[in-house]
């Protein structure tokens, strides 16, 4: 069975503009957690889907948006990219959101903000 | 709230020693605990989970995890390390009422041959 996959697996932005990252999950997992990697403030969770409604968000500006779609895949937005979002940005995916699923990250798209 | 602390940065051991990698938490309710693991330019590997039932929990690659109630503790061990295993590892504690993960700071374990 394959993994969660996330395209593109590296990306390199301008501050100002906007950035879409895709992730695909496990087949047969309905629920995708997004996270955010930096050196500085470690990993932190963004938001959380299933069945293409946003469960769960979490501290970030209004600039950081995400969704689901039918098919369970989902995409984060990033607009108004600030050199601060330099980061590497972790889907993960879990068959539906329960304390006893573990969840199954992807490797990341490494976001680099000049 | 809830939290979880890594309080190594790093961990150095032999190959072949014991290996350990302590982590503490702190949540309102039930503990919903996990180990995984960091390699270089990799998303993260899941090692194990304590949910509920035996305090000693085994997992991937030879890994298990103790959960001490008492201790608020969640430590990773290994009996024999091995060059391998060298990676970032990372506690987490699942959210009170969510299934969002709570991440410690990670520690780098090195192991030398």
Redesign the interface.
């Known amino acids: 069975k394959a993994g969660?996959t996330?395209t593109p697996r590296y990306l390199i932005k301008t501050r100002g503009q906007q950035v879409t990252l895709s992730c695909s999950p496990i087949s047969g997992h309905r629920?995708v957690?997004w996270?955010q990697q930096t050196p500085g403030q470690?990993?932190q969770?963004l938001f959380?889907y299933?069945s293409e409604t946003q469960?769960?968000k979490?501290n970030f500006p209004g600039r950081f948006s995400g969704r689901q779609f039918s098919n369970s895949r989902s995409e984060m937005n990033v607009s108004t990219l600030e050199l601060g979002d330099s980061a590497l940005y972790?889907c993960?995916s879990?068959l539906e959101?329960?304390?006893?699923n573990?969840?199954?990250?992807?490797?990341?798209t490494r976001l680099t903000v000049l | 709230a809830q939290s979880v602390a890594q309080p190594e940065d790093q961990v150095n051991v032999a190959e072949g020693n014991p290996l350990t990698v302590k982590c503490t938490y702190s949540v309102s309710g039930n503990p919903y605990l996990f180990w995984y693991v960091q390699y270089p330019n990799r998303g993260l590997q899941f090692l194990l989970k304590y949910i509920t039932g035996d305090n000693l929990v085994k997992g991937s690659y030879g890994f298990e995890a103790e959960f001490n109630k008492s201790q608020t503790s969640f430590h990773l061990k290994k009996p024999s390390a091995l060059v391998s295993d060298s990676a970032l590892y990372f506690c987490a504690v699942r959210g009170t009422g969510a299934n969002n993960l709570f991440f410690g700071t990670g520690t780098r374990l090195t192991v030398i041959p």
């Open positions: 969660v996330q629920s957690s996270y470690g990993l969770f959380e299933f469960r769960n979490g972790l993960a879990s959101p329960s304390v006893y573990e969840q199954f990250f992807g490797p990341g």
